[in-house]
């Protein structure tokens, strides 16, 4: 039988909210992207592309989580630190940025494409609270490996995080670290199997999100649609004390490529967020990259998110 | 200019020392081996497989080194580990152990297939002095990776070890740990791109041999012989003090397929090693698998291993 409809989460009308048209110099696309809100104004850090490929973190600012104005420049890479150069190509590596504050201090978690494409791991960066300077830290996964999601604060004693390894399997996984730089007891979070629209990959999106009934978490799914992928969101709920542990996981894509610009863009049929803001009336606030080519944004009721993971779950 | 011939490595004559044959019950393989060499004698756990393809890991005894005695049953898996038994499947996971005595306690590393052969982590077992034992510690790798070997000793204050993450670039990572439990500083210690004989995948070997001059580590190397694959032996020499650093790394395969038992098994056209022994008067056993199918022994000179990492260097 089939279910009703149920639309848990709604576009901005005013979507794309940020195109290449909105940065100076030779970009020529701007999509996934992480966010933080702090003292009450929006500071996103973009994955830029020029028309040579070249990758570029960029920060926007914005009062109203709507209109956002890039800085004049990209951020900096920290290319006088010989780890991350003999590792990161500071513009060909290859970026979706996760903003966190953990402890006070902001950490930037990226896709560092290691091999010209071949191959990904993990890498962290520090940055300064006015998002103007990374400091490199390490990597912290072996490749393959992309899709790094810090949570927002220590679990159990220990940081803890998502990741996506690029094994056959295409699961959500996670470790923990006593340090951010030592990560150890890798537990499968998630598998694929469980989700139709997500029959290919799947993978963590944003931060974590703490909620009375546990940590809920915006994923990715593949699915293949004839001769394409198609990238959808979905949701799915964690145990507050291990986050090994999911409770529940909508069955349900709460995103799918629908609109012209999730359709068209240099990757079609994508929608991909790494980047939420849960606001204090229990709006969640989802920026997503859609088709690779611009910024879209989304809102959703918290409640209704927990609700699908608990009631219409595909565990 | 062709170079002087030059063989290192030499088979011993009585090969294959150890064959299915030698095993009780439905035992049709036996192959890659971890050794130690303990109170004189020594002590192998080599991988044997059944007609129904289950694995196991079964201890034989020697005191010369040459003809061993498997013990009446393998060693018996810890089924009653809720973690153990998630991961890993008691019979039918993969492994290739690596045994190695570090402060006092012997480990056991392993290549286990978390998802019927999809996919593959590191495992790591406490096994007691007298190898009847197996304890489980925990995975110790993301998937996909394989070849997981412990260096004998801590070096700089910290646990290293070796590994070949199963990503695109199938080269030798090194990790190092405070506890061997998280790990991290993933660095690349040598690109398969170095090696004509490993063209295609390269992997650490048996457990890292300290000599005056460094590290040294036998490998082993995949390379593409018109339809088929070829695994051959290598080896290479690493910093004492920081063994992400290569110091040399012979450039020719100083074991290849040769022989009637190499070249025809389950698996044609192999040679593999997980375990050796340095003796006292310098002689290095290298127990390998042929063909997935025996256990051959070749014998090399210390010195002439590292003269060969040093003067021959592919580097």
């Known amino acids: 039988m089939v279910k009703p409809k149920k639309r848990i989460v709604n576009r901005f009308e005013g979507n794309p909210i940020l195109t290449a ?30 028309s040579s490929f070249g990758r570029y973190m960029w920060v926007c600012d914005s009062d ?9 420049e990209p951020l900096a890479m920290p290319v006088d630190n010989p780890l991350f150069m003999e590792y990161v190509h500071p513009t060909k590596s290859y970026w979706d940025p996760r903003v966190v504050n953990l402890e006070g201090q902001y950490y930037i978690t990226h896709a560092a ?10 890498g962290l ?3 300064d609270d006015d998002f103007q300077t990374l400091e490199w830290v390490d990597l912290i996964s072996l490749p393959d490996n992309r899709n790094g999601v810090l949570f927002p604060e220590k679990i159990s004693g220990e940081y803890w995080r998502l990741d996506r390894p690029n094994d056959n399997s295409f699961d959500i996984w996670c470790s923990r670290s006593p340090d951010l730089i030592y990560w150890g007891r890798p537990r499968r979070v998630l598998s694929k199997s469980c989700l139709d629209w997500g029959e290919r990959k799947i993978g963590p999106g944003s931060v974590p999100i703490r909620t009375e009934q546990g940590w809920l978490c915006i994923i990715h799914g593949v699915r293949r649609q004839c001769t394409d992928e198609v990238y959808s969101l979905g949701v799915m709920l964690l145990d507050l004390d291990d986050p090994s542990k999911v409770l529940g996981c909508s069955t349900r894509a709460i995103l799918a ?5 999730e359709f068209l863009g240099q990757s079609v049929n ?8 849960l606001e204090d009336d229990g709006t969640l606030r989802i920026y997503y990259g859609a088709a690779d080519q611009v910024v879209g944004l989304a809102f959703a009721r918290i409640d209704d998110l927990i609700e699908s993971c608990l009631e219409d779950s595909a565990l």
Chains 1, 2 share one sequence.
């Open 21 to 50: 048209e909105d940065f100076p110099g030779d970009i020529v696309s701007v999509f996934n992207c992480g966010i933080v809100k702090k003292d009450g104004k929006y500071v996103m850090v973009a994955r830029c592309e020029d």
């Open 64 to 72: 109203d989580g709507i209109q956002f104005t890039p800085r004049p």
């Open 113 to 122: 494409d290691v091999t010209n494409g071949a191959t990904c791991q993990i």
């Open 125 to 127: 960066f520090k940055i």
């Open 257 to 261: 490529p629908e609109k012209e610009y």
């Open 270 to 277: 994508v929608v991909f967020t790494n980047g939420t803001i």
